[in-house]
């Protein structure tokens, strides 16, 4: 089975920094798109950001500037550095890949159980 496994949520000041992480596993052929999400509640989930297999980066406006993605292929692990952190980033962040299976002709995507982020001000 696959899974997508978070870390590194938790509570800090505004202006702080945070790095998230996830780690997907499983009978995995190759990951295409990786990206993270943010949830808070009355909102529908909405991008943060994305990275391609080859490296190519999509953010949210909210994000530029502050928020940057990266991923290591190798450890099938995506993650996001949060720098200068407001209070309206308070969200539940969700890990997404892109990710095809042995013998499986497309890939599709899978979740993480998310992570609270809380900013305090």
């Known amino acids: 089975q696959i899974q997508l496994v978070e870390s590194g949520g938790g509570l800090v000041q505004a202006g702080g920094s945070l790095r998230l992480s996830c780690a997907a596993s499983?009978?995995?052929?190759?990951?295409?798109?990786m990206g993270w999400y943010r949830q808070v509640p009355g909102k529908q989930r909405e991008l943060v950001a994305a990275?391609?297999?080859?490296?190519?980066?999509n953010y949210a406006d909210s994000a530029k500037g502050r928020f940057t993605i990266s991923r290591d292929n190798a450890k099938n692990t995506v993650y996001l550095q949060m720098s200068s952190l407001k209070p309206e980033d308070t969200a539940v962040y969700y890990c997404n890949a892109d990710i095809r299976r042995f013998f499986v002709g497309s890939s599709r995507p899978y979740w993480g159980q998310g992570t609270q982020v809380t900013v305090s001000s």
């Open positions: 990275i391609t297999s080859g490296g190519s980066t």
């Open positions: 499983g009978s995995i052929s190759s990951i295409d798109a």
